[in-house]
């Protein structure tokens, strides 16, 4: 079954253009449950990614209030470092009240009563997900683990139902909202799923397109555009196992296709993928095909004895900075194995080719 989540969660950035203005910010806890009780919250900017107030409980309530620079994204936590949020919102100057009931409600400006159904749309998606792999469980046990394809084609159409429900109400969320912070906060929350086109097209005349919660954004669309079938090869400089510095520019452009391979001694998946990359190069190196071995390692004893465990005879390069190895920066890596074939002009032919796919590609290419 196909799995599509859209989960929420919190992260920091800044705004430009805001004025001081006074806040409130009431949070209320309606509940029983003893794990909800805290002695204290914290008004979180997820702009400045700090605390900027916290309120102890008094009469039930918990109230804070002061001025700031207008408006900024927010969020009601039970920790200072902004971790345990119990609700984000668009802090601005008409109050807002948290409250936590049957669930969780968020009241306040126009703005975030727009946030809160765009929240809520989504987290509806994800319960109507779980009915359905709640669903599928149980018939899994009553068909013995052997699901009748009708039935398994049914739940795959729900679920994808679910999905488009979730992505219709993430999307028209955020173009409907050009004018406000709600974009920069969901496009931040879910640039991976969104797709570079959407986010592109939407940011180049976004309000607040030069948010500072947004520069990661631009960093993501910069590295996907880089790995684009038919863009040029960015050159950087890395050491080899000896430790010489090479770039990259020396193997690649060179007249030959050469896959750039991202991986990591630690990585199970890359050690699973490796005998599949041996292959492609024990066939198709004496044609001229080149693999460049790019470890996302810290530790050069583990890198080396990886490299030597697992045969891999092509040039290796690390700059031992595990995820924040700079060509990894470069091209927006964020799991790995990743791979890129680059052609003989120094340009991107193909992304993130494993397995069979790999060698299909080549027997295309070598015929």
């Known amino acids: 079954m196909k ?21 409130k910010v009431t949070f209320e806890n309606k509940t029983d449950n003893p794990n909800l009780k805290v002695e204290k919250v914290y008004l979180f900017s997820i702009e400045d990614k700090m605390a900027i107030d916290s309120a102890a409980c008094v009469n039930g309530q918990y109230v804070m209030q002061g001025t700031t620079q207008l408006p900024k994204l927010a969020s009601v936590c039970a920790t200072a470092n902004g971790y345990n949020v119990i609700a984000a919102f668009v802090l601005d100057n008409e109050p807002i009240k948290v409250t ?38 149980e018939l899994y046990k009553k068909y013995n683990n052997q699901l009748p ?75 996907e555009k880089r790995k684009a079938v038919g863009a040029q090869f960015i050159d950087f400089s890395m050491a080899d196992m000896d430790g010489k510095m090479h770039k990259l520019s020396e193997y690649v452009g060179k007249g030959n296709y050469v896959l750039i391979d991202f991986w990591a001694s630690w990585c199970g998946p890359c050690r699973a993928e490796m005998p599949n990359v041996k292959k492609a190069y024990e066939q198709f190196h004496p044609k001229g095909f080149e693999i460049v071995g790019i470890s996302l390692d810290n530790n050069k004893e583990a890198w080396l004895g990886a490299v030597k465990q697992l045969g891999m005879t092509w040039p290796q390069l690390s700059d031992l900075k595990a995820w924040k190895c700079e060509a990894a920066q470069i091209y927006y890596i964020k799991a790995i194995p990743a ?25 295309e290419i070598y015929k």
């Open 3 to 23: 799995r599509f989540f859209l989960g929420l969660c919190m992260f920091a950035g800044a705004v430009t253009g805001m004025a001081q203005n006074n806040y």
């Open 100 to 137: 936590i009931d049957k669930g969780i409600t968020v009241e306040g400006s126009e703005t975030n009563a727009r946030m809160q159904q765009i929240t809520k749309a989504i987290e509806q998606g994800g319960m109507d997900q779980r009915k359905i792999q709640m669903q599928a469980e």
């Open 149 to 223: 394809d009708s039935i398994a084609k049914r739940l795959d159409a729900e679920w994808e139902q679910v999905s488009k429900r979730q992505m219709d109400a993430l999307k028209n969320g955020i173009t409907e909202n050009k004018d406000n912070l709600i974009p920069a906060y969901f496009i931040f929350n879910y640039m991976e799923v969104l797709g570079v086109d959407f986010i592109d097209n939407f940011l180049k005349d976004y309000k607040y397109k030069d948010d500072a919660l947004l520069v990661s954004v631009f960093k993501m669309l910069e590295g």
């Open 339 to 363: 791979t890129l074939l680059i052609g003989p002009d120094g340009k991107v032919v193909a992304s993130n080719l494993r397995a069979e796919q790999l060698i299909k590609k080549l027997e």
